[in-house]
């Protein structure tokens, strides 16, 4: 069993920039892919990004990409999602996540860090 734990989050103004994080313990870190993803209140939990258990490769939704990087340290067993040029519409709660390598989706959830962006 895998446990996460994000931080990070916080209140920003629109264009500001915040880094979250995500400690992992309890599982071969570095042996999977990882993501983040966000709830919206009354919205469904929706993807943001993604990164391989090597770091070489990075999927993000089309409504962040280019704003939001995500990296991650094996070293640390942690995972970051820089986040710039925020928006009030990424308010949400955002959760780091094990992507299975079998369903290729995710399987073992943080509590989530809440980010909010006012306008």
């Known amino acids: 069993q895998v446990q996460l734990v994000e931080s990070g989050g916080g209140l920003v103004q629109a264009g500001g920039s915040l880094r979250l994080s995500c400690a992992a313990s309890?599982?071969?870190?570095?042996?999977?892919?990882m993501g983040w993803f966000r709830q919206a209140p009354g919205k469904e939990r929706e993807f943001v990004a993604t990164?391989?258990?090597?770091?070489?490769?990075?999927n993000y939704a089309v409504s962040v990409k280019g704003r939001f990087t995500i990296s991650r340290d094996n070293a640390k067993n942690t995972v970051y999602l820089q986040m710039n040029s925020l928006r009030p519409e990424d308010t949400a709660v955002h959760y780091c996540?094990?992507?299975?390598?079998?369903?290729?989706?995710?399987?073992?959830w943080g509590q989530g860090t809440q980010v909010t962006v006012s306008s």
């Open positions: 309890g599982r071969t870190f570095s042996s999977y892919a």
């Open positions: 990164i391989s258990w090597s770091g070489g490769s990075t």
């Open positions: 996540a094990v992507v299975s390598p079998v369903s290729g989706k995710p399987d073992s």
